[in-house]
T-cell receptor
Framework: GAVVSQHPSRVICKSGTSVKIECRSL??????MFWYRQFPKKSLMLMAT?????????EQGVEKDKFLINHASLTLSTLTVTSAHPEDSSFYICSAGPTSQETQYFGPGTRLLVL | GQQLNQSPQSMFIQEGEDVSMNCTSSSIFNTWLWYKQEPGEGPVLLIA?????ELTSNGRLTAQFGITRKDSFLNISASIPSDVGIYFCAGLRGGSNYKLTFGKGTLLTVNP
Protein backbone atom coordinates (compact mmCIF):
# COMPACT_ATOMS: atom_id res chain seq x y z
CA GLY A 1 0.00 0.00 0.00
CA ALA A 2 0.86 3.66 -0.20
CA VAL A 3 3.12 5.16 2.47
CA VAL A 4 2.50 8.31 4.49
CA SER A 5 5.12 9.54 6.93
CA GLN A 6 4.95 12.05 9.76
CA HIS A 7 7.67 13.94 11.55
CA PRO A 8 8.32 14.20 14.39
CA SER A 9 6.81 11.09 15.95
CA ARG A 10 6.71 12.79 19.32
CA VAL A 11 7.45 16.27 20.60
CA ILE A 12 7.48 17.95 23.98
CA CYS A 13 7.31 21.72 24.08
CA LYS A 14 6.80 24.55 26.51
CA SER A 15 3.51 26.38 26.74
CA GLY A 16 3.44 29.37 24.40
CA THR A 17 5.78 27.96 21.78
CA SER A 18 4.84 26.80 18.28
CA VAL A 19 5.27 23.28 16.96
CA LYS A 20 5.35 22.19 13.33
CA ILE A 21 4.33 18.69 12.25
CA GLU A 22 5.07 17.42 8.76
CA CYS A 23 3.05 14.93 6.75
CA ARG A 24 4.55 13.44 3.58
CA SER A 25 3.21 11.08 0.97
CA LEU A 26 6.27 9.04 0.04
CA UNK A 27 5.23 7.17 -3.09
CA UNK A 28 2.30 9.10 -4.49
CA UNK A 29 1.09 12.61 -5.01
CA UNK A 30 -1.78 13.97 -2.97
CA UNK A 31 -3.65 17.14 -3.81
CA UNK A 32 -5.62 16.67 -0.62
CA MET A 33 -4.42 15.65 2.83
CA PHE A 34 -6.32 15.50 6.07
CA TRP A 35 -5.36 16.34 9.64
CA TYR A 36 -6.94 14.56 12.57
CA ARG A 37 -6.72 14.76 16.31
CA GLN A 38 -7.30 11.74 18.48
CA PHE A 39 -8.04 11.66 22.20
CA PRO A 40 -7.31 8.53 24.24
CA LYS A 41 -9.65 5.63 23.43
CA LYS A 42 -11.61 7.77 20.99
CA SER A 43 -12.09 7.79 17.26
CA LEU A 44 -10.30 10.24 15.00
CA MET A 45 -11.63 13.78 14.87
CA LEU A 46 -11.14 15.58 11.57
CA MET A 47 -9.58 19.00 12.08
CA ALA A 48 -9.05 20.24 8.56
CA THR A 49 -8.64 19.39 4.90
CA UNK A 50 -5.34 20.50 3.44
CA UNK A 51 -5.50 21.50 -0.24
CA UNK A 52 -2.37 21.81 -2.34
CA UNK A 53 -1.92 25.36 -3.54
CA UNK A 54 -4.92 26.78 -1.73
CA UNK A 55 -6.26 27.46 1.74
CA UNK A 56 -7.13 24.67 4.08
CA UNK A 57 -10.74 23.97 4.97
CA UNK A 58 -11.31 23.76 8.70
CA GLU A 59 -13.99 21.80 10.51
CA GLN A 60 -16.42 23.61 12.75
CA GLY A 61 -14.88 24.52 16.08
CA VAL A 62 -11.26 24.27 14.93
CA GLU A 63 -9.37 27.57 15.21
CA LYS A 64 -7.62 28.24 11.92
CA ASP A 65 -5.29 30.81 13.48
CA LYS A 66 -4.17 28.31 16.08
CA PHE A 67 -3.73 25.33 13.77
CA LEU A 68 -1.97 26.67 10.68
CA ILE A 69 -1.91 24.36 7.69
CA ASN A 70 0.29 24.71 4.66
CA HIS A 71 0.22 22.35 1.67
CA ALA A 72 3.01 23.71 -0.45
CA SER A 73 3.63 20.66 -2.64
CA LEU A 74 1.86 17.53 -3.81
CA THR A 75 3.75 15.44 -1.24
CA LEU A 76 3.95 17.65 1.84
CA SER A 77 1.49 19.24 4.23
CA THR A 78 2.43 20.86 7.52
CA LEU A 79 0.39 21.56 10.63
CA THR A 80 1.71 24.23 12.96
CA VAL A 81 0.24 24.44 16.44
CA THR A 82 0.79 28.07 17.40
CA SER A 83 1.13 29.32 20.97
CA ALA A 84 0.62 25.81 22.24
CA HIS A 85 -1.15 25.22 25.55
CA PRO A 86 -1.39 22.05 27.65
CA GLU A 87 -4.90 21.39 26.32
CA ASP A 88 -3.38 21.08 22.82
CA SER A 89 -1.57 17.95 23.99
CA SER A 90 -2.88 15.14 21.86
CA PHE A 91 -2.15 12.61 19.13
CA TYR A 92 -2.18 14.26 15.71
CA ILE A 93 -2.51 12.09 12.61
CA CYS A 94 -2.55 12.95 8.93
CA SER A 95 -3.94 11.00 6.03
CA ALA A 96 -3.64 11.17 2.28
CA GLY A 97 -4.84 9.23 -0.68
CA PRO A 98 -3.70 8.87 -4.27
CA THR A 99 -6.13 10.75 -6.45
CA SER A 100 -6.47 7.68 -8.65
CA GLN A 101 -7.86 5.60 -5.79
CA GLU A 102 -10.68 6.25 -3.43
CA THR A 103 -8.91 5.39 -0.23
CA GLN A 104 -6.89 7.04 2.51
CA TYR A 105 -3.63 6.05 4.12
CA PHE A 106 -2.66 7.33 7.53
CA GLY A 107 0.63 8.54 8.87
CA PRO A 108 2.04 6.99 12.05
CA GLY A 109 0.93 9.97 14.13
CA THR A 110 2.66 12.63 16.23
CA ARG A 111 2.33 12.69 19.99
CA LEU A 112 2.40 16.28 21.23
CA LEU A 113 2.90 17.08 24.89
CA VAL A 114 2.73 20.71 25.94
CA LEU A 115 4.13 21.45 29.39
CA GLY B 1 -20.18 15.34 12.65
CA GLN B 2 -21.79 12.17 11.40
CA GLN B 3 -20.43 8.86 12.56
CA LEU B 4 -21.04 5.35 11.45
CA ASN B 5 -22.69 2.94 13.90
CA GLN B 6 -20.02 0.37 14.67
CA SER B 7 -20.58 -2.66 16.88
CA PRO B 8 -19.60 -4.19 19.11
CA GLN B 9 -17.69 -1.54 21.06
CA SER B 10 -15.38 -4.16 22.50
CA MET B 11 -14.76 -7.89 22.35
CA PHE B 12 -12.85 -10.25 24.59
CA ILE B 13 -12.15 -13.56 22.90
CA GLN B 14 -9.93 -16.60 23.19
CA GLU B 15 -7.14 -17.23 20.73
CA GLY B 16 -8.42 -19.29 17.82
CA GLU B 17 -11.96 -17.92 17.88
CA ASP B 18 -13.52 -16.10 14.99
CA VAL B 19 -14.54 -12.45 15.29
CA SER B 20 -17.19 -10.41 13.52
CA MET B 21 -17.83 -6.68 13.65
CA ASN B 22 -20.01 -4.42 11.55
CA CYS B 23 -20.84 -0.88 10.64
CA THR B 24 -24.11 0.65 9.51
CA SER B 25 -25.09 4.04 8.21
CA SER B 26 -28.26 5.91 7.43
CA SER B 27 -26.73 7.19 4.20
CA ILE B 28 -24.93 5.67 1.24
CA PHE B 29 -21.16 5.42 0.86
CA ASN B 30 -19.28 4.54 -2.32
CA THR B 31 -16.27 3.08 -0.53
CA TRP B 32 -15.93 1.24 2.76
CA LEU B 33 -12.57 0.95 4.48
CA TRP B 34 -11.46 -1.08 7.48
CA TYR B 35 -8.48 0.01 9.57
CA LYS B 36 -6.63 -1.40 12.56
CA GLN B 37 -4.95 0.87 15.07
CA GLU B 38 -2.47 -0.20 17.71
CA PRO B 39 -1.52 1.98 20.69
CA GLY B 40 0.58 4.98 19.77
CA GLU B 41 0.35 4.37 16.04
CA GLY B 42 -1.71 5.57 13.12
CA PRO B 43 -4.48 3.42 11.64
CA VAL B 44 -3.34 0.85 9.12
CA LEU B 45 -5.55 0.02 6.16
CA LEU B 46 -6.69 -3.61 6.21
CA ILE B 47 -9.26 -3.86 3.46
CA ALA B 48 -10.84 -1.46 0.98
CA UNK B 49 -14.22 -2.17 -0.62
CA UNK B 50 -15.32 -0.29 -3.72
CA UNK B 51 -18.44 -2.07 -5.02
CA UNK B 52 -21.78 -2.89 -3.44
CA UNK B 53 -21.91 -6.60 -2.65
CA GLU B 54 -18.13 -6.96 -2.89
CA LEU B 55 -16.56 -9.60 -0.65
CA THR B 56 -12.81 -9.22 -0.17
CA SER B 57 -10.28 -11.23 1.80
CA ASN B 58 -6.85 -10.36 3.13
CA GLY B 59 -5.37 -13.40 4.83
CA ARG B 60 -7.57 -14.26 7.80
CA LEU B 61 -9.64 -11.11 7.28
CA THR B 62 -12.78 -10.96 5.19
CA ALA B 63 -14.93 -7.90 4.64
CA GLN B 64 -18.09 -7.24 2.67
CA PHE B 65 -19.65 -4.10 1.23
CA GLY B 66 -23.40 -4.30 1.81
CA ILE B 67 -25.76 -4.39 -1.16
CA THR B 68 -27.57 -1.27 0.05
CA ARG B 69 -24.19 0.54 0.36
CA LYS B 70 -25.17 1.44 3.91
CA ASP B 71 -23.29 -1.26 5.80
CA SER B 72 -20.18 -3.40 5.93
CA PHE B 73 -18.80 -6.18 8.09
CA LEU B 74 -15.34 -7.43 8.93
CA ASN B 75 -14.60 -11.00 9.99
CA ILE B 76 -11.36 -12.25 11.48
CA SER B 77 -10.91 -16.00 11.51
CA ALA B 78 -8.76 -18.02 13.91
CA SER B 79 -7.71 -14.99 15.94
CA ILE B 80 -4.20 -14.71 17.31
CA PRO B 81 -2.79 -12.46 20.07
CA SER B 82 -1.36 -9.95 17.58
CA ASP B 83 -4.89 -9.22 16.34
CA VAL B 84 -5.32 -7.09 19.45
CA GLY B 85 -6.11 -3.48 18.66
CA ILE B 86 -8.90 -1.09 17.75
CA TYR B 87 -10.64 -1.72 14.46
CA PHE B 88 -12.31 1.21 12.71
CA CYS B 89 -14.67 1.21 9.79
CA ALA B 90 -14.76 4.26 7.56
CA GLY B 91 -16.96 5.33 4.71
CA LEU B 92 -16.02 7.52 1.78
CA ARG B 93 -18.61 9.20 -0.41
CA GLY B 94 -16.18 9.78 -3.26
CA GLY B 95 -16.48 12.05 -6.23
CA SER B 96 -14.86 15.28 -5.06
CA ASN B 97 -15.50 14.43 -1.39
CA TYR B 98 -12.56 12.57 0.11
CA LYS B 99 -13.55 13.08 3.75
CA LEU B 100 -13.79 9.88 5.75
CA THR B 101 -16.69 9.19 8.10
CA PHE B 102 -15.62 6.90 10.93
CA GLY B 103 -17.16 4.39 13.25
CA LYS B 104 -16.30 4.67 16.94
CA GLY B 105 -14.13 1.58 16.80
CA THR B 106 -14.16 -1.96 18.14
CA LEU B 107 -11.57 -2.78 20.77
CA LEU B 108 -10.45 -6.38 20.33
CA THR B 109 -8.70 -8.28 23.09
CA VAL B 110 -7.44 -11.79 22.41
CA ASN B 111 -6.58 -14.02 25.34
CA PRO B 112 -3.81 -16.50 24.54
Amino acid sequence: GAVVSQHPSRVICKSGTSVKIECRSLDFQATTMFWYRQFPKKSLMLMATSNEGSKATYEQGVEKDKFLINHASLTLSTLTVTSAHPEDSSFYICSAGPTSQETQYFGPGTRLLVL
Amino acid sequence: GQQLNQSPQSMFIQEGEDVSMNCTSSSIFNTWLWYKQEPGEGPVLLIALYKAGELTSNGRLTAQFGITRKDSFLNISASIPSDVGIYFCAGLRGGSNYKLTFGKGTLLTVNP
